[in-house]
């Protein structure tokens, strides 16, 4: 026990120092609350012709849509009291999406489609689905007469290999992650954990829209009835929250080994799934918005906190398809090539300064208006990729 000589040395009182820290906390709260409430009432120009959806607790309105084929622009507006994420699901692949959507506030959501029958999510997981219906149009049936690109074959092909290696390294590394969690060893499953976090990350370009099985994998409380509570909060998430908070293995492995199970299948899909030439570069546009909108400024890794090791892992994920179209890019348009690797290296830059030269912070310690200039890099590098598609006319 300290003695009142030791307090009286100059130094200022405990009980000052206790306030002081309140005092900070409050300060970085106010900050973070700030923050996201500027994010969330940032307005762009409403586009002439959006269709507006208004999205509340049990339903949307409207719960059927019908638009021609092409470019579509929605107005989604949270009327439930729950932040929520608007999807258009084509079975279920995530065709285009918008997350964090606070109550009260609006999203607009752009997206080029192709004729058929789509789902549209309402809120709530549980929740019932609408129909977005698209029709045949000009521009679909140009679609359709234009020649296969040969030049892709080797750009498809190649992508296609990575996403086995790396699924298949997602696949190990999450047994590994069973097997320490089901032997309690904690701070073995911490590391497995991270591991697998790292391979998952590398393929979330393409897993992120598999919907059945991200809802199996990567659901996030936030979107859940019960949230934490829920029977859904399944996956990473649930894992990384016994880990890291409760800091046990106990009760963990059912919801272990129901994730190998799921990546497990995850992989197989991968292995039979049909990608075109405009879903290299449509897949890292999505990502990269998709984490500028929501993981950035809201984080992700909410009990790890190690959100900035992933992106730096989500950023070699989006880069790996669009670094095969560069060489086709290049000779189009080196301006473009340019402006992507530069997209691409601002990105990174803006994520290591964050990270410093040692072991990263923890994401909760870092500063609004820090998480608002990465989440502004991560916008900047979709517009970056988005150019690719036009310049290698598959748009």
Request: charged content about 20%; glycine content about 8%; proline content about 7%.
């Amino acid at each position: 026990m300290s003695s009142p000589q030791q307090h009286g040395d100059g130094g200022p009182p405990p009980r000052l120092m206790i306030y002081a820290v309140i005092a900070a906390g409050a300060l970085a709260v106010a900050g973070g609350v700030a923050f996201y409430y500027a994010s969330q009432t940032a307005k762009r120009p409403t586009e002439a012709g959006a269709i507006a959806v208004s999205v509340g607790d049990k339903a949307c309105t409207p719960m059927d849509i019908t638009v021609p084929a092409g470019r579509s622009v929605f107005m989604i507006t949270n009327a439930s009291n729950r932040p929520i994420e608007w999807e258009i699901l084509d079975g279920v692949m995530v065709v285009e999406e918008r997350e964090n959507i606070a109550p009260g506030f609006k999203s607009q959501l752009a997206a080029r489609l192709k004729p058929g029958v789509y789902d549209i999510t309402c809120g709530l997981l549980s929740n019932p689905r609408g129909t977005l219906t698209v029709t045949a149009s000009a521009h679909s049936e140009a679609e359709k007469a234009k020649p296969p690109l040969k030049a892709f074959i080797g750009p498809l092909s190649e992508y296609k290999v990575y996403l086995s290696l790396q699924s298949a390294a997602l696949v190990t590394r999450t047994e590994a992650l069973a097997a320490a969690i089901g032997a309690g060893d904690l701070d073995t499953a911490k590391g497995a954990y991270a591991e697998a976090r790292l391979a998952y990350r590398h393929i979330e370009t393409v897993s992120g829209r598999i919907a059945d099985l991200e809802n199996a994998i990567d659901p996030l409380a936030a979107y859940l009835a019960g949230q934490e509570n829920d029977p859904g909060f399944i996956g990473f998430h649930r894992i990384e929250q016994g880990l890291w908070t409760a800091r046990s293995t106990e009760g963990l492995k059912p919801v272990a080994d129901a994730l190998a199970t799921a990546v497990l299948a995850l992989k197989d899909r991968l292995r039979g799934l049909k990608l075109e030439p405009s879903d290299l570069a449509d897949g890292a546009v999505r990502e990269a918005r998709r984490l500028a909108e929501g993981p950035v400024p809201s984080g992700d890794s909410l009990y790890a906190g190690d959100d900035l090791v992933e992106f730096a892992a989500a950023v070699d994920g989006l880069e790996k398809p669009v670094s095969l179209l560069m060489p086709l890019v290049g000779e189009a348009s080196p301006e473009t090539a340019e402006a992507i690797t530069r997209a691409f290296a601002d990105t990174r830059a803006a994520i290591a300064r964050l990270a410093g030269p040692s072991a990263p912070p923890s994401y909760p310690s870092v500063a609004a208006g820090e998480r608002k200039a990465l989440a502004a890099s991560f916008t900047a590098l979709a517009e970056a990729i988005a150019k690719v598609n036009p310049t290698l006319g598959l748009e």
